[in-house]
């Protein structure tokens, strides 16, 4: 969600500020990852879902503030557009039955959320994209009242100078242009942080970029934006658009966009904040008064709000994050790849396939980065977000295989002893990876899932789009609600 701040216009003495300040955060952050400084304790992992809300007709429904006012529960948070809101799961270590437990407060949580809705005649949806939204969404109105997005979405449009340009094509081509961010409230997602040393964090990092292409794939949920199909994962292309500030000589010139895949292996941590700093001009330049060096020198940890702030507005698929818990600093990867949904029991056997595969893979002698080059894994990744289950994934001494034969007989045994490393519940570990396996041999996930039913009730004749749209949204709530796994849902 980020942390909110003022309503206020941005001086030029303000940005050189902030870039003085940012540099001297910087500074106080490599200090700290030379002396060690960071909490090495047993790793946690925690979630942030995001939802989207709709009304009787499956059509956005613009509650969240009257629903969150009603809910009054602290794990639930805006999110950029009115139809959205955001849980945020407390994290817990990754042993046991971690995982039961986060499906037991998760469904717990959103059950009492839905309940509360339907008060309104409103349900919560988990997917990617919601397909029933309309250009009548995609405007600055239907922002969140939070002064965070309003002052985001006027910087974003500031720095880029002109309107914003989505130009995506897949089974449909669409070219629409707006004058806010808006778009980028279509895409909501599951993020998955995981609390890692410093000295793991590099493995960690480079094995979630290595596996982003065959996970995005295997998740997708996102086949429909604005009534056209697009990507089976669209929310990718989608989100790194909506929120693009270069202009077309700035993309010309190789300016990176600030939704970023990355360019390069890393060998610290460092290198990811170093480039944020050096790459990246501050969008929302708000100082605090505290000096981080002269923190550090009185052996207090400091906050590094400015490092913090600026590195929430940069969209990397696997985001560092710099955070202080109870006065002890700590790292974490956000691993931003997936997308929202379609059930909880879905989302935690993506969580599962992810962090169970990481470790294993960052625990190899010869790891696979050293096998892979950036690019290739690169491609990999948009592959995956475009084709989903019918995409051609390159890896190391295998070649290019179909997503399916590279989970199937790779990936997930790799998965099953990550997270036997890591102490989790081997029927927990079986159950969840058993629904990602049963996705790769069934060929449906989410996204396969909306695009045929879409085709089934389209194709009979009698429906617009829209109408069609509705009809397979309102199926895929109802779905949603008994927590069958989207493998299991039926087409018909």
């Given at each position: 969600m980020g942390q909110d701040i003022e309503r206020r216009t941005f001086t030029?003495?303000?940005?050189?500020?902030?870039?003085?300040?940012?540099?001297?955060?910087?500074?106080?952050?490599?200090?700290?990852?030379?002396?060690?400084?960071?909490?090495?304790?047993?790793?946690?992992v925690g979630f942030e879902i995001e939802f989207n809300l709709v009304d009787h007709k499956a059509d956005p429904a613009l509650r969240n503030s009257e629903l969150l006012h009603d809910l009054g529960d602290p794990a639930f948070q805006t999110e950029l557009a009115q139809y959205n809101i955001e849980v945020n799961v407390a994290p817990r270590?990754?042993?046991g039955s971690a995982f039961k437990e986060f499906e037991d407060d998760l469904r717990a949580r959103i059950d009492a959320a839905d309940a509360t809705a339907r008060r309104y005649g409103v349900r919560l949806a988990m997917v990617g994209i919601l397909p029933t939204v309309t250009t009548a969404h995609m405007t600055f109105d239907a922002l969140s009242a939070r002064t965070r997005y309003r002052l985001l979405n006027d910087q974003i449009i500031l720095a880029r100078g002109e309107d914003i340009q989505i130009m995506i094509e897949g089974e449909e081509t669409l070219a629409i242009t707006t004058d806010s961010v808006a778009p980028?409230?279509?895409?909501?997602?599951?993020q998955v942080h995981l609390q890692l040393s410093q000295e793991a964090f590099p493995a960690y990092w480079n094995a979630a970029q290595a596996i982003a292409g065959p996970q995005v794939a295997v998740c997708a949920n996102s086949p429909f934006f604005l009534g056209k199909e697009l990507w089976r994962e669209t929310r990718t292309k989608l989100f790194e658009q909506?929120?693009?500030?270069?202009?077309?000589?700035?993309?010309?010139?190789?300016?990176?966009?600030r939704v970023w895949f990355g360019e390069r292996w890393i060998e610290s941590v460092g290198d990811l904040f170093t480039e944020n700093v050096r790459y990246f001009p501050p969008l929302l330049p708000v100082c605090d008064d505290e000096d981080p060096m002269d923190l550090l020198a009185h052996d207090v940890t400091p906050g590094l709000s400015e490092l913090r702030l600026h590195n929430g507005t940069i969209y990397r698929w696997n985001r560092p994050v710099y955070d202080v818990v109870d006065d002890s600093p700590h790292?974490?990867?956000?691993?931003?790849?997936l997308p929202a949904g379609p059930t909880v029991v879905d989302t935690l056997a993506n969580a599962a396939f992810f962090v169970g595969l990481v470790r294993r893979l960052a625990d190899d002698d010869r790891p696979v980065w050293a096998q892979l080059s950036f690019d290739a894994a690169a491609e990999n990744f948009f592959r995956g977000a475009r084709f989903g289950l019918r995409a051609q994934q390159y890896w190391p001494a295998s070649g290019m295989l179909g997503v399916p034969e590279l989970m199937v007989r790779k990936l997930l045994p790799l998965a099953q002893e990550g997270l036997d490393i890591w102490g989790v519940d081997a029927t927990q570990r079986d159950r969840l990876l058993g629904v990602i396996e049963q996705r790769c041999l069934s060929g449906q996930n989410g996204a396969e899932w909306q695009a045929a039913v879409f085709h089934r009730l389209y194709d009979r004749g009698g429906m617009s789009r829209l109408e069609t749209l509705r009809a397979m949204m309102s199926r895929y709530v109802e779905n949603m609600s008994t927590n069958a796994p989207v493998h299991t849902w039926p087409v018909e």
């Open positions: 030029p003495e303000d940005r050189t500020r902030f870039r003085q300040k940012l540099r001297r955060c910087l500074q106080a952050h490599a200090q700290m990852l030379e002396e060690g400084r960071f909490d090495v304790g047993q790793p946690f270590r990754l042993e980028e409230s279509a895409c909501t997602s599951t909506a929120i693009d500030t270069r202009s077309l000589e700035l993309k010309e010139q190789g300016v990176r966009p790292l974490r990867i956000e691993n931003r790849v």
